[in-house]
Each structure stands twice: as structure tokens, then as C-alpha cells.
């Protein structure tokens, strides 16, 4: 309403501007809507929205008469000419409001977070975590036989897992949904059970949730 009021305004002051040169007196708009008489359709720009007709800025084609009438009185409408068309553009530029971005809500059901869960516990089911980690030297160096698995300097723990999870998979997952008796202690592959609610399905074969894990030496 802000950019039809100052426009308005704008208009009504060059309408009653009585210092215009003769030669251009003729681009005044009552002169131009009596003019348009001998025309059967009148090109003139919206100064506001209306209904069936066009958008506040639009140029429309309208009868004499209702431009005569009804537009011009009220400055619903202007001529179609260069004056009118450029003070409408920078009305329009500066006192238009700023549309306000809709969001939209979005119902999640009980349904969907258990498609989701699902969908989640068979990633972490058939994906294998990898880890690196710094191994005690001092170990390696008293080891039996090589094939004795190399110590860690510090044994992976389930917040070490949890935190591998969100980072790696980007999965976010709880320290009681992984059962760990014990933390890692050393480099090699192990099958770290899951526990998940009993309404998520298994997969057909599998007993339980479970996460693959692979831990290696820096």
C-alpha cells in the first residue's frame, strides 16, 4: 500500500503541475484519456492490482470510457507514456514490500522415523567403520612374533565409536545402542553388536545389529 500511496502522490502533483512548456501539455493524462476516444482499446500502466484486469506495474489495454471514468479518477491506472511508465518503475523499486518467504511445515508420522531408523541400522549393518591409530611402540617392539596384533597407544572406546559414526556415515547414534564389554586395544577387524529397538525389522539372516569395525596403524 506504501508504493500506491506515494506513487499517488507522485502523480497527483505532475497532474496539477501548470508550468509544463504548451508542447507538452498534450501528454497530460485527462488529455490523453479524451484523445483516446477515437481509439477502441487504450494502452495504460496499473498503479495498483486489479482483479481480472492486472497486476499493480502492468500495462493493460483498456476502453476509453473506463480509463476516463474510473482509473484515471481514482490514479488506478496512467498513461502508457514514458513520464508515467519510468515514475511507476522507481515507485514500484522503492516502496514495494519484501515478500516474506512462506515455510512450509511438514508432518513427520511414526511410520516415517521408522522407515528412517531402518534404513539407518542397515547402513551401519553393511558398512565397515575404519579407524587409525597410533600404536605403542613399546609394545612392538616386545612382541612374541609378528603376527602378535600391535597394541594401541589408546584402546578405541564407544564414545570413540559413536563419534567415528557421525562423522563417517553421518549417523547419529546413542553409546547404549553399541554394546562394547570392553574397549579396542588393538589393530584388526572386529563385529561390534548394535542394539536397536525390537521394532526395527532384521534382515532375514541376521540374529542381531551389528557394526563392522577395522582399526589401523597410522
Same mark, same amino acid.
Given at each position: 500500500m506504501?508504493?500506491?500511496?506515494?506513487?499517488?502522490n507522485a502523480?497527483?502533483r505532475?497532474?496539477?503541475?501548470?508550468?509544463l512548456?504548451?508542447?507538452?501539455?498534450?501528454m497530460q493524462?485527462?488529455l490523453f484519456?479524451?484523445?483516446?476516444?477515437?481509439?477502441r482499446?487504450?494502452e495504460?500502466?496499473l498503479t495498483?492490482?486489479?482483479?481480472?484486469?492486472?497486476?499493480?506495474?502492468?500495462t493493460?489495454?483498456?476502453?476509453?470510457?473506463?480509463?476516463?471514468?474510473?482509473?484515471?479518477?481514482?490514479?488506478?491506472?496512467? !498513461?502508457?507514456?514514458?513520464? %508515467?511508465?519510468?515514475?511507476i518503475k522507481e515507485?514500484r523499486? @522503492?516502496?514495494? *514490500?519484501?515478500?516474506?518467504e512462506?515455510?512450509k511445515?511438514?508432518?513427520?508420522?511414526k511410520e516415517?522415523?521408522m522407515?528412517?531408523?531402518e534404513k539407518?541400522?542397515k547402513r551401519l549393518?553393511?558398512?565397515?567403520?575404519?579407524?587409525?591409530?597410533l600404536i605403542d611402540k613399546?609394545?612392538?617392539?616386545?612382541?612374541a612374533?609378528?603376527?602378535?596384533p600391535?597394541?594401541?597407544?589408546?584402546s578405541?572406546t564407544?564414545?570413540?565409536?559413536?563419534a567415528?559414526?557421525?562423522r563417517?556415515?553421518?549417523?547419529?547414534i546413542?553409546p547404549?545402542?553399541?554394546?562394547?564389554?570392553?574397549?579396542? !586395544?588393538?589393530?584388526?577387524? %572386529?563385529?561390534v553388536?548394535?542394539r536397536?529397538?525390537?521394532s @526395527?525389522?532384521? *534382515?532375514?539372516g541376521?540374529i542381531y545389529?551389528?557394526l563392522?569395525v577395522?582399526?589401523?596403524?597410522?
Amino acid at each position: 500500500m506504501a508504493c500506491i500511496q506515494y506513487g499517488k502522490n507522485a502523480l497527483q502533483r505532475i497532474i496539477k503541475d501548470t508550468r509544463l512548456h504548451p508542447s507538452d501539455r498534450m501528454m497530460q493524462p485527462l488529455l490523453f484519456s479524451s484523445q483516446g476516444v477515437r481509439h477502441r482499446k487504450l494502452e495504460v500502466i496499473l498503479t495498483t492490482s486489479i482483479e481480472k484486469l492486472g497486476k499493480a506495474g502492468e500495462t493493460v489495454k483498456v476502453a476509453p470510457g473506463y480509463f476516463r471514468n474510473h482509473l484515471m479518477p481514482k490514479l488506478l491506472a496512467v !498513461p502508457n507514456i514514458d513520464k %508515467y511508465a519510468y515514475l511507476i518503475k522507481e515507485q514500484r523499486r @522503492i516502496y514495494q *514490500p519484501v515478500e516474506e518467504e512462506v515455510v512450509k511445515v511438514v508432518t513427520v508420522t511414526k511410520e516415517d522415523k521408522m522407515k528412517e531408523y531402518e534404513k539407518a541400522a542397515k547402513r551401519l549393518d553393511s558398512t565397515q567403520l575404519v579407524l587409525r591409530r597410533l600404536i605403542d611402540k613399546e609394545k612392538f617392539r616386545t612382541r612374541a612374533t609378528k603376527d602378535e596384533p600391535l597394541a594401541l597407544q589408546s584402546s578405541v572406546t564407544v564414545d570413540d565409536l559413536v563419534a567415528e559414526v557421525a562423522r563417517q556415515l553421518s549417523i547419529q547414534i546413542m553409546p547404549e545402542n553399541v554394546h562394547l564389554p570392553a574397549p579396542l !586395544p588393538t589393530c584388526g577387524e %572386529y563385529e561390534v553388536p548394535l542394539r536397536f529397538p525390537k521394532s @526395527i525389522p532384521l *534382515p532375514e539372516g541376521k540374529i542381531y545389529w551389528s557394526l563392522k569395525v577395522k582399526v589401523r596403524s597410522k
